[in-house]
């Protein structure tokens, strides 16, 4: 006889456990022999020791499994506590395109021809540049692009970053420090995360900086290796900032940069260094441009009405 504690790392124990435990009771139907204890985010076994070696390696495949679909099922914890299967790839042909199993299995895939188009590019180039209209999905995809790259082990990190550029309002009239500034511009980043990430991982991520969200300023001196970076909104950045953050590029990374080239906030002086990228870049091998239209439009079917009517005025 003997005693072993197991500690769920970064997983929401109610989403793995199931509703009124039903996955603990079904474990525990699979490990007669055993006595399982569950408190939070610690399972305490008692019992024989070959035994709970068994348990501990079939349940680590478990939560290897929960980590990288976001759920698990009924059938799942018994093909892998009861018969030591691995159903890792045996996912129906029709998700071979999914690119993150989000939060509670949200299947997180690209949607339109150009955001299957930027998962293509990103695969062959190491840069990519995303240019389109609001809702088009190109920071959303961005984002599941390096979330799938941190969680296959191609990159170590995420950077994303965007310029605190005032549309409109004023920094200085905000609330709080700087951060506190700036955490707003920077709100679709952490949004898309939260699709993507279990909470406790997200915050672990965010806390080791294995996950680094920050405004542009921060990213000058900086070499960005072994990441995948992208820089968001970058209509607004000018040709000199564009430049500092595109020659950050260190060894093994990938960056996409996002705009959108009709709502340009920088005050009238100042020309946006997307617009001079898209002329000065478009040749070099391993740089790509995307460009998304009104037809990669997901949000509410008015969105696209409201971007068309912008566009036809603007002729």
Do not use: C, W
Not at 113 to 127: A, C, G, T, W, Y
Not at 150 to 178: C, H, Q, W, Y
Not at 292 to 303: F, G, P
């Amino acid at each position: 006889m003997g005693e072993s504690i197991i500690q769920l790392d970064l997983l929401n124990p109610v989403e793995f456990y199931g509703p009124a435990d039903k996955y603990v009771n079904q474990i525990k139907a699979i490990f007669p022999k055993l006595k399982i204890i569950v408190r939070g985010n610690l399972i305490k076994l008692i019992g024989d020791q070959e035994e709970m070696h068994v348990f501990e390696k079939r349940f680590n495949l478990l939560q290897v499994y929960f980590d990288r679909f976001g759920k698990v099922t009924e059938e799942v914890v018994f093909q892998i506590m009861a018969r030591d299967e691995k159903p890792f790839d045996q996912k129906p042909n029709e998700q071979g395109d999914v690119l993150v199993y989000g939060r509670h299995g949200k299947l997180i895939k690209a949607k339109t021809l150009n955001q299957k188009k930027m998962v293509e590019s990103i695969d062959q180039n190491d840069m990519l540049f995303a240019i389109g209209p609001a809702g088009t999905g190109k920071t959303y995809t961005a984002v599941a692009l390096a979330v799938r790259a941190l969680k296959n082990k191609e990159v170590r990190r995420i950077i994303l970053t965007r310029p605190a550029v005032e549309a409109g309002e004023s920094l200085g009239f905000l609330p709080g420090d700087m951060k506190d500034k700036l955490d707003p511009y920077l709100q679709p980043l952490y949004d898309a995360l939260r699709d993507m990430l279990p909470t406790q991982k997200l915050l672990s991520y965010l806390e080791d900086e294995t996950i680094e969200i920050a405004p542009l300023a921060y990213m000058r001196g900086r070499t960005l290796g072994n990441v995948f970076a992208i820089l968001d909104e970058a209509q607004n950045v000018s040709e000199s900032q564009l430049k500092m953050f595109l020659t950050r590029m260190g060894k093994a990374s990938k960056f996409i940069i996002t705009g959108d080239v009709t709502q340009i906030d920088l005050p009238q002086h100042k020309s946006s260094g997307l617009l001079q990228a898209q002329h000065i870049l478009k040749n070099i091998k391993g740089i790509d441009f995307v460009y998304l239209t009104d037809k990669d439009i997901i949000r509410h079917k008015l969105v696209t009405r409201i971007v068309n009517a912008y566009q036809k005025n603007s002729r």
